[in-house]
C-alpha cells in the first residue's frame, strides 16, 4: 500500500497507530513473548515483503515440528497407501494400478494442517496459521513392490480455492484486537503486513507392497508400507535449506535480514 | 522418615500422574500375548498403513505383524526388539500418531 500524504492531523493519528504497537511489542518483551515482539517491530518498520524465521525460534513453538510429523504420518497413511487423491482429485489408488511392471509414473498430493489454537507464546507470535506439506514424487513399480521416491516441501501457508499457494501473512484481520490501529499505521506507512517464510524440504523414499485380495474395507486390494526413509528437514543439495522450487524469497523487496 | 511414609501422606494432587496403556501386557514373539493388545496392535498398525490384516484379524502375531513391528521401529528410529512393552516407547510411538492423525481428519 502506498503511503498517503500526511498532514499535522494525520501526524498524530499516524503515531497514536504506531505507538500502539510499540507499547504492545515491550508489552511482550515484558512477558517474555520476545518472539511475538519481534514481529511486532518488523510489522512497524513498515519493510513488508517477507520475514524468514529461523531454526531457533520454530524450534520455540512445538506446534510446527508437531504439525510436520503429523502431515509425514498422513503420508504415509494416506499417501503411499493410495487412500488419499491428488490435488486434480484423482484417486491415488486408481494411478498406482495403472502403473504396467517395470513402468513408472508421477504423483503429487499435498497434506495441510490449520492450527487455530495454540500456546500464548505462539499464538501471539503466529495467530493462526496453516501448514502445508506438498509432496513431489516418482513411483516405480516391480511386480506387488511399489517404490516411492521424492521431496516433500513443508511451508507455512496454504492454498486457496484456485490452489494457487498463499504463503502465511502477518497481519490484523476484522475483528482482531489492533484492527482498526494497523489500518491506520498502514494507511501512513507506519506499518506494513508481511510474509512469514519458513521453508523446509525433506527427501523421502518409500517401500510399499500391494496385495490384490479384495475385501471389505479394500475392494481393489491394499497397499502397506513396508518401509519409509525420511531424510533430515531442510536438507538441500549441498547441506544447506533448500527453497521450493516455485518460490523465490527475494522476489519480494530483496530485504532480508532484519535486526530490531 | 521413609520414603514410602512421604508418598503416603503426599496430597493425591501430587501423586504423579499413572500412565494408561493400552496393552495389558508385553507383546512380542514368542511371548504368552493378550489377544486383546494382538487385536489393538493390528487395527492401530493397520490405520497407519503399515499392516494388512486381510480382512480376517484374528488375535495372534503372525509373520506379517512381526515384520510390521521391525518396521515400524526401524523407521522411527526405536529400539529394533519386535516387542512392546505397556507404556514403552513403540507403544507411546503408536499413540502419539494416532492421535494426531484422528484428531485431524481430512485434509
Same mark, same amino acid.
Given at each position: 500500500?502506498?503511503?498517503?500524504?500526511?498532514?499535522?492531523?494525520?501526524?498524530?493519528?499516524?503515531?497514536?497507530? &504506531?505507538?500502539?504497537?510499540?507499547? #504492545?511489542?515491550?508489552?511482550?518483551?515484558?512477558?517474555?513473548?520476545?518472539?511475538?515482539?519481534?514481529?511486532?517491530?518488523?510489522?512497524?518498520?513498515?519493510?513488508?515483503?517477507?520475514? #524468514?524465521?529461523?531454526?531457533?525460534?520454530?524450534?520455540?513453538?512445538? #506446534?510446527?515440528?508437531?504439525?510436520?510429523?503429523?502431515?509425514?504420518?498422513?503420508?504415509?497413511?494416506?499417501?503411499?497407501? &493410495?487412500?488419499?487423491?491428488?490435488?486434480?482429485?484423482?484417486?491415488?489408488?486408481?494411478?498406482?494400478? @495403472?502403473?504396467?511392471?517395470?513402468?513408472?509414473?508421477?504423483?503429487?498430493?499435498?497434506?495441510?494442517?490449520?492450527?487455530?489454537?495454540?500456546?500464548?507464546?505462539?499464538?501471539?507470535?503466529?495467530?493462526?496459521?496453516?501448514?502445508?506439506?506438498?509432496?513431489? !514424487?516418482?513411483?516405480? /513399480?516391480?511386480? %506387488?513392490?511399489?517404490?516411492?521416491?521424492?521431496?516433500? %516441501?513443508?511451508?507455512?501457508?496454504?492454498?486457496?480455492?484456485?490452489?494457487?499457494?498463499?504463503?502465511? /501473512?502477518?497481519?490484523?484481520?476484522?475483528?482482531?484486537?489492533?484492527?482498526?490501529?494497523?489500518?491506520?499505521?498502514?494507511?501512513?506507512?507506519?506499518?506494513?503486513? !508481511?510474509?512469514?517464510?519458513?521453508?523446509?524440504?525433506?527427501?523421502?523414499? @518409500?517401500?510399499?507392497?500391494?496385495?490384490?485380495?479384495?475385501?471389505?474395507? !479394500?475392494?481393489? &486390494?491394499? !497397499?502397506?508400507?513396508?518401509?519409509?526413509?525420511? /531424510?533430515?528437514?531442510?536438507?538441500?543439495?549441498?547441506?544447506?535449506?533448500?527453497?521450493?522450487?516455485?518460490?523465490?524469497?527475494?522476489?519480494?523487496?530483496?530485504?532480508?535480514?532484519?535486526?530490531? | 522418615?521413609?520414603?514410602?511414609?512421604?508418598?503416603?501422606?503426599?496430597?493425591?494432587?501430587?501423586?504423579?500422574?499413572? +500412565?494408561?496403556?493400552?496393552?495389558?501386557?508385553?507383546?512380542?514373539?514368542?511371548?504368552?500375548?493378550?489377544?486383546?493388545?494382538? +487385536?489393538?496392535?493390528?487395527?492401530? +498398525?493397520?490405520?497407519?498403513?503399515?499392516?494388512?490384516?486381510?480382512?480376517?484379524?484374528?488375535?495372534?502375531?503372525?509373520?506379517?505383524?512381526?515384520?510390521?513391528?521391525?518396521?515400524?521401529?526401524?523407521?522411527?528410529?526405536?529400539?529394533?526388539?519386535?516387542?512392546?512393552?505397556?507404556?514403552?516407547?513403540?507403544?507411546?510411538?503408536?499413540?502419539?500418531?494416532?492421535?494426531?492423525?484422528?484428531?485431524?481428519?481430512?485434509?
Amino acid at each position: 500500500m502506498t503511503a498517503m500524504p500526511i498532514d499535522f492531523g494525520d501526524t498524530i493519528l499516524r503515531n497514536n497507530a &504506531g505507538n500502539y504497537f510499540d507499547l #504492545i511489542a515491550s508489552v511482550f518483551d515484558l512477558f517474555g513473548f520476545n518472539d511475538a515482539a519481534k514481529k511486532l517491530r518488523y510489522y512497524r518498520s513498515g519493510r513488508g515483503g517477507s520475514l #524468514i524465521l529461523d531454526d531457533q525460534e520454530m524450534a520455540r513453538h512445538p #506446534i510446527y515440528s508437531e504439525s510436520v510429523d503429523l502431515n509425514r504420518t498422513r503420508f504415509e497413511s494416506g499417501t503411499f497407501t &493410495g487412500r488419499s487423491k491428488t490435488k486434480e482429485g484423482l484417486p491415488i489408488e486408481q494411478k498406482l494400478l @495403472a502403473i504396467p511392471d517395470g513402468g513408472s509414473a508421477r504423483i503429487d498430493d499435498f497434506w495441510d494442517v490449520n492450527i487455530k489454537k495454540s500456546d500464548p507464546s505462539t499464538y501471539l507470535n503466529f495467530g493462526r496459521f496453516a501448514l502445508k506439506s506438498g509432496g513431489d !514424487f516418482e513411483v516405480s /513399480r516391480n511386480g %506387488d513392490k511399489f517404490t516411492w521416491s521424492g521431496v516433500v %516441501d513443508h511451508r507455512l501457508g496454504a492454498d486457496d480455492k484456485k490452489n494457487n499457494f498463499i504463503p502465511e /501473512r502477518f497481519d490484523f484481520n476484522p475483528g482482531q484486537p489492533g484492527k482498526s490501529q494497523a489500518d491506520i499505521a498502514e494507511r501512513y506507512g507506519a506499518a506494513a503486513p !508481511f510474509d512469514l517464510v519458513y521453508p523446509n524440504r525433506q527427501r523421502v523414499d @518409500a517401500q510399499v507392497v500391494y496385495d490384490p485380495t479384495p475385501t471389505e474395507e !479394500f475392494p481393489n &486390494g491394499r !497397499f502397506t508400507v513396508e518401509r519409509v526413509d525420511w /531424510r533430515p528437514l531442510g536438507e538441500g543439495p549441498d547441506g544447506r535449506g533448500w527453497w521450493g522450487r516455485d518460490w523465490d524469497p527475494f522476489a519480494t523487496n530483496g530485504k532480508l535480514e532484519f535486526d530490531p | 522418615m521413609r520414603r514410602e511414609n512421604l508418598l503416603s501422606q503426599a496430597p493425591a494432587s501430587q501423586a504423579p500422574p499413572r +500412565l494408561r496403556s493400552n496393552l495389558r501386557d508385553r507383546i512380542g514373539d514368542g511371548l504368552p500375548n493378550d489377544p486383546q493388545d494382538i +487385536l489393538w496392535l493390528k487395527q492401530a +498398525l493397520s490405520r497407519l498403513g503399515r499392516y494388512n490384516d486381510r480382512g480376517d484379524a484374528h488375535p495372534f502375531i503372525d509373520r506379517a505383524l512381526a515384520t510390521a513391528v521391525a518396521g515400524y521401529q526401524r523407521d522411527r528410529g526405536l529400539r529394533r526388539d519386535g516387542m512392546l512393552n505397556p507404556g514403552g516407547e513403540t507403544e507411546c510411538a503408536i499413540c502419539v500418531e494416532l492421535k494426531r492423525l484422528l484428531e485431524r481428519a481430512g485434509r
